[in-house]
């Protein structure tokens, strides 16, 4: 399984940004963040075939977590960003069809792709 996130990028406080993840596939899937110095933590997650979604306090509301079974493609869709979304955003599968915020039940990560929030 390949996964393979897009999507970030510069942008102000108050703005908006969606996030791919190609390669979704059969799987639950979820979104992580990183930032700097600090550890990896979990924002959103969602079952195959889609009908379960889980979110992590900090974006409730704001984050939008979303899949396209006919294309592989998962997405995050990120509005009212904050200088605290900065990170490193990570997407992963599971070979759980639902998941939630445990790492451990991750078994394939995508490489990051750097939101980057200027206030």
């Known amino acids: 399984v390949q996964l393979q996130a897009f999507g970030g990028g510069l942008v102000q406080a108050g703005g908006s940004l969606t996030l791919s993840c190609a390669g979704s596939g059969r799987f639950g899937m979820g979104w992580f963040r990183q930032a700097p110095g600090k550890e990896r933590e979990f924002v959103a997650s969602i079952s195959w075939p889609g009908r379960k979604t889980d979110y992590a306090t900090s974006v409730k509301g704001r984050f939008t977590i979303s899949r396209d079974n006919v294309k592989s493609t998962l997405y995050l869709q990120m509005n009212s960003l904050e200088p605290e979304d900065t990170a490193v955003y990570y997407c992963?599968?599971?070979?759980?069809?639902?998941?939630?915020?445990?790492?451990?039940?991750?078994?394939?990560w995508g490489q990051g792709t750097l939101v980057t929030v200027s206030s």
């Open positions: 992963a599968a599971s070979n759980l069809q639902t998941v939630g915020s445990t790492e451990a039940h991750y078994d394939y």
